[in-house]
RNA sequence: GGGUUGUUAGCUCAGCUGGUAGAGCAGCGGACUCUUAAUCCGUAGGUCGACAGUUCGAAUCUGUCACAGCCCA
């Protein structure tokens, strides 16, 4: 690849409405500061709103508040001698009222010629119209910046979905339910921090950019450091530094931080997305599930004041206990008598099983492995409300501590939420001999030309050697936490920028 | 990667079985001192995503490509 398609040159996207604007703002250049920077806002809508909405007419003018606010014009009605317009700040909206008599013809006139989306500095008292909307009778306007490009259409907004994603800025002036969205997902980041650090976890960061990938089955991004002349992996997961950390002595740790995955893009996956990671030594994952419960419900309160949520048409509610399932515990409870347990527990039966769904299955796959994959194509996506899938196999679960009477499973817990995976953890295997046979399997399969096998971590190993005390560990995540907390259908309403193909 | 739907004015959208482009908002000019998507009168604005093909004639039919949405893997 080239240089060739990034953009270096302005957009050759003029029109009229645009020329029109440029010229106003030259007019504005020859009669001054065109981007004034000096006006004092001292006001939020919001704030103006929630305290003197209540009042009647008549007491709010005896008082006489004088208010300086700014925002962006979102309406503008002229009537001749007299406007009204509504600008919008980070709070809300509120009406200025632009007369001849008050705020002088010379400042009228000029408004007149501001159009929709100039942003603009208002100084004035407050009043109610007659219908008792609160507005800013203005004494002194001021033009601080100049709008260039016309706004959507003020009725519809912008309902380009393309649009909406390259350009957000649109999105978040027109729409305030792409505003709520991410001021949602703001505070579901904030109650989970409070959250953890309530509990005595400890907020860190470690690195972006790996050496060897490691703490998931993923394909990497790859970069090049130049000046150690070294090959270097955007992470997949912080799983491994942070479990070192706890060897270090942070007993509770955690991080909320991008991950990195080179693979599709879809409605639930963006190349960079948001984990939050947690460690707990001394615990085991059934704690976990605990904790993870009363995070659910304590953040959705948070954010909707109750953990009854609506999502896409379902009622999902985050109050009651989750439901903890094993595998063929959760085959059975949604396909009642479809298998008998020999069926289950027959190789031949479930890759045939298999076969007629056309699930992809690996030839090396155990039992467990096949009782995941048939899990998969028959259950996952029946699991609405919040349940908790346990005791994972320990093929797939290379970094999970496995069950003291049968090696051949993990205490591993995936949760689901509308059929999809929303967090996984385990406790943690901290046994270095162990965790070190399960990478050399990851190595065989890699070598066998599975791309998502892990690598053998030797720096990990050492550091497991040097004890690891038991420990229970989780990711979840957050971006699929807050399509569900705020109803959202896709993983690119709730991400600011999503990824997105060049523009042609 | 496969299927499917879409792309027309700055924005939101019409445009029939093929006959060469329309509305509302935004803009510009005018009227209007309590409007709420203000209203009323007038006016300007388009390489119909791109490229081929069929046709006397293509926004419309066909194909390829680009981008996007949805579904599936």
Redesign the pocket.
Known sequence: MTNENQQTTPLQ?E???IA?RREKLSKLREQGVAFPNDFDRKDMAGDLHATHDAKEKEALEADKVEVAIAGRMM????????S?A?IQDMSGRI?L?I???IAGMETHDAFK?W??GDIIGARGTL?K???G?L?VQVSELKLLTKSL??L????????????K?RQRYLGLITSEETRNTFMARSKIIQTIRDFLVERGYLEVETPMMHPIPGGASAKPFTTHHNALDMELFLRIAPELYLKRLVVGGFEKVFEINRNFRNE?L??RHNPEFTMIEFYEAYRDYRYMMDLTEEMFRETAKAVLGHAVVQYQGHTINLAQPFDRLTITQAIHKYHPKRYSDEQLGDRVFLKAELEKM?G?QHPTDGIGGLQLALFEETTEQLLIQPTFIIDYPAEVSPLARSNDANPGITERFELFIVGREIANGFSELNDPEDQSDRFMAQVRQKEAGDAEAMHYDADYIRALEFGLPPTAGEGIGIDRLVMLLTDS??I?DVILFPQ?????
């Open positions: 996207d029109n009229q409405l029109e309406l503008k009605r002229v009537m001749g001698k007299a009204f509504t009406q009222y007369s001849n008599d010629h159009d929709m009043f119209t007659k219908t909307e507005t490009r016309p959507p259409e003020k009725f519809h907004g912008l309902t380009d979905q393309e649009q994603y599709g879809s409605t056309g992809n259908p896709s690119r997105m193909r060049l523009e042609d």
